[in-house]
């Protein structure tokens, strides 16, 4: 059972376009959604994260949209560039007893020249 | 300050042994935890930790042991490897929320 469904798998987007990347989940008592970035050979990294008191929260080039009633976050890159080929993940997490993170499943984006 | 390091980077293990992920931490964060990464399926939670002593099951527990002794070292046993638990073995710990990871163990069972 997949708490937290992500899409596309895959993602190709050239160079200065937008990424968007979408998931939606099904327990309502998640109240803390971060997205991760992982290159090859590494461990996941924070990128992002937002709480559902908010329906927007950007960093530099990248935000995450929520829409609670929907059940529904995404994440933009905004002029996306090489270096932003990445696998990225979405997660969710309640709050409790190590506040565990539930993972989509991931999207591997390709950004091209 | 390391963050979170694992050991080995790589492992090959035949069917029926045994061993041992190592894990550390210099964050001194009471949150621990293990994954395991599979193509198609993300991160799925082994065993976590909230304090030293104090360890609870995850998603997909079985097979793995875990213990914690110090703040700092969270190690994952595989106590008769099979071919199903080839994987990728990421360790992470937590402070507010906010998840470190290390960069992975990959295990292939043969």
């Known amino acids: 059972q997949q708490q937290v469904k992500q899409s596309p798998q895959s993602l190709i987007v050239q160079k200065g376009g937008i990424s968007i990347i979408n998931c939606a989940y099904e327990n309502t008592a998640f109240d803390y959604f971060p997205w991760y970035q992982q290159f090859p050979g590494k461990g996941p990294a924070l990128l992002i994260a937002i709480r559902p008191d908010v329906s927007e929260k950007k960093e530099g080039r990248f935000t995450i949209s929520f829409n609670k009633s929907a059940k529904q976050f995404s994440l933009h890159i905004m002029d996306s560039q090489p270096g932003d080929s990445a696998t990225y993940f979405c997660?969710?997490?309640?709050?409790?007893?190590?506040?565990?993170?539930?993972f989509g499943t991931g999207t591997r984006l390709q950004v091209t020249l | 300050n390391a963050g979170v390091t694992q050991t080995p980077k790589f492992q090959v293990l035949k069917t029926g042994q045994s061993m041992t992920l190592q894990c550390a931490q210099d964050?001194?964060?009471?949150?621990m935890s293990w994954y395991r990464q599979d193509p198609g399926m993300g991160l799925r939670l082994i065993h976590y930790?909230?304090?030293?002593?104090?360890?609870d099951q995850g998603e997909v527990p079985n097979g793995y042991n875990v213990s914690r002794s110090t703040t700092e070292d969270f190690p994952l046993r595989l106590l008769s490897a099979a071919p199903s638990q080839t994987s990728v073995y990421f360790c992470a710990s937590s402070y507010q929320r906010q998840w470190t990871f290390g960069s992975g163990t990959r295990l292939t069972v043969v």
């Open positions: 964050m001194n964060h009471e949150y």
């Open positions: 930790s909230v304090g030293a002593g104090i360890t």
């Open positions: 997660a969710a997490s309640v709050r409790g007893p190590a506040s565990k993170l539930t």
